[in-house]
């Protein structure tokens, strides 16, 4: 790339800041690809993450406003759920996209980081309210496992803020072929499509994917706790 060129896709794609299996081949690789018109265009970084959060708050308010029809036959749940996907993945994917383009025009900003991980919070928020709010208008779902899979599922968005800087380190840091796929359970990207297509399939089963979430990421926070603590009384230098 050179200063007479404008970035193409792939000089995004270069600067990605990584992600799981599907992120990384879905999500961050649409982001650069929405990069091309923001670049020409002159949008700012944060630009783009406002639009992410408009979108994708936007959606999960549908998501929830339509979960009673949807149980009562009203309105298709196929037409709900397979609109969230493409919704919710194209405001993550501009997600993924305002951090390429902050470093490709070097207009990284911590001001511009706060507002990224301000607008993650507000997502995660409607989306674990839009999936509850289905799960509850299926069949009855305990307030203790609403409670637990909202908590548990933050831990992605903490440990991901937290992977960053000089003191990020992986529980498992092997990224061969297997591990990755393991890991997709924790793939923002695989995730919200697991959970959308159940939606638009078989919205009452939503309830335990809730389950089976919370029990991933429990787990997961569990093992962190471990894993720190035992880095931190380590003797000093062994």
């Not at 270069?14 to 990069?35: D, K, M, P, W």
Request: proline share 4%; charged share 10%; hydrophobic share 55%.
């Amino acid at each position: 790339m050179t200063t007479a060129t404008a970035p193409t896709a792939a000089d995004f794609r270069a600067r990605h800041r990584g992600g799981g299996l599907f992120t990384e081949t879905v999500n961050q690789r649409i982001g650069s690809y929405l990069c091309v018109p923001a670049y020409r265009r002159g949008l700012a970084p944060t630009a783009l993450t406002l639009l992410n959060l408009v979108i994708g708050l936007g959606t999960s308010v549908g998501v929830v406003a339509l979960a009673r029809p949807m149980h009562a036959g009203d309105v298709p749940a196929a037409v709900v759920g397979l609109a969230a996907l493409v919704l919710w993945h194209l405001a993550y994917s501009l997600d993924c996209a305002d951090g390429q383009l902050a470093r490709v025009t070097g207009r990284t900003s911590p001001a511009g980081a706060r507002v990224d991980v301000l607008c993650d919070v507000a997502l995660q928020i409607s989306l674990v309210t839009a999936v509850a709010t289905v799960a509850a208008a299926y069949r009855a779902t305990p307030v203790w496992l609403v409670a637990a899979f909202a908590g548990t599922w933050m831990v992605n968005l903490v440990t991901s803020v937290m992977q960053q800087g000089a003191a990020a380190q992986s529980l498992v840091t092997s990224r061969s072929p297997l591990v990755r796929v393991v890991k997709l359970v924790r793939d923002y990207g695989a995730v919200v499509t697991v959970l959308a297509l159940a939606i638009a399939v078989v919205p009452a089963w939503t309830v335990w994917l809730m389950a089976a979430f919370t029990a991933v990421n429990g787990l997961f926070l569990l093992a962190s706790v471990a894993a720190a603590a035992r880095a931190s009384l380590a003797p000093a230098g062994g």
